[in-house]
């Protein structure tokens, strides 16, 4: 007789249908898109936040309205400013970066009120906004926070010399 090295069919089998119950279990745990994608996201608008800020700004500048203040924001085409910098309200910095139909009644008598466009959740507290996107937020008629999960803080300029701070945090992305 011969003696013939190699494997057998069912053990080749058998193999590969390991493989595969391992490959459907284990790969969702290290193959994430959904996180990359909502993280990007986050970054993005910081970006965009940034930008829009820096172009009201540079308006703001030209037209010498740099004396906004939180409690009476001065209006630069269109946009609420505080320090020059949009404000941070939906006629400020949401206007500003374009993020989509808003309403002004998350920033009237109840600042905690969310208010959200198809895409991005805001909420208001005190001079601060938190936005989120939409797909992150599992219940947007509750507020965002300062404790927040994947979401974009946007304080308001402390002076006309000082940026507002823009901060992300991509922990619950």
Known sequence: MRNQKGFTLIELIIVIVVLGILA??????????????????????????????????????????????????????????????????????????????YDTAGSSSDPAVPFSSEDWVYTVVGTTIYIAPAESVDDTSTALSSDGDCQVNYANAADANTPPAITIDTSGC
Do not use: E, M, W
Request: hydrophobic content about 45%; cysteine-free.
């Open 24 to 101: 459907v279990t284990a790969a969702p745990q290290f193959i994430n898109f959904s996180t990359d994608a909502r993280t990007s996201t986050v970054k993005g608008l910081k970006g965009a936040l940034q930008g829009a800020a820096q172009t009201v700004y540079a308006k703001a500048a030209i037209d010498d309205d740099l004396d906004g203040t939180s409690a009476t924001p001065v209006p630069v085409n269109g946009v609420a400013t505080v320090n020059g910098y949009p404000a941070a309200s939906a006629d400020g910095i949401v206007k500003a970066a374009s993020l989509g139909a």
